[in-house]
């Protein structure tokens, strides 16, 4: 039985044009969907790194916040006047009309709501 071998420059050369046969395709995907088209997304923990979270995926439509503290909450609701407020995350995993939920919590909170 005989191998072929394979050079370093062909497994790079058919990597590459894989890779970029992938990326044009992903591209074209995205632009059949209308930009008027957002995510409702739930973020689970609004405060510290969790803002800063909030903040990057503010262009999409938020709605739902949760966080422990009032507070917090509180300040985030402000520029999310139409999401629905919890202090637990299990009622915000029930809500339906979810695309995705940002979970900014410490280590031991995050994976139970991950895992929901």
């Avoid at 938020?62 to 985030?76: E, F, K, M, P, S």
């Amino acid at each position: 039985m005989r191998h072929s071998q394979t050079s370093r420059r062909d497994f790079l050369k058919t990597s590459a044009l894989g890779t970029a046969l992938w990326v044009s395709g992903t591209q074209g995907l995205q632009a059949a969907k209308s930009p008027n088209e957002k995510l409702n997304l739930g973020v689970i923990g609004v405060g510290g790194r969790g803002r800063a979270n909030l903040n990057n995926v503010a262009t999409e439509n938020i709605v739902a916040l949760c966080d422990v503290d009032d507070t917090r909450l509180g300040q985030a609701a402000e520029n999310h006047k139409s999401a629905k407020k919890y202090a637990d995350y299990r009622e915000l995993l029930q809500q339906d009309d979810l695309d995705g939920v940002v979970i900014a919590t410490p280590d031991h909170h995050h994976a139970p709501a991950a895992i929901r």
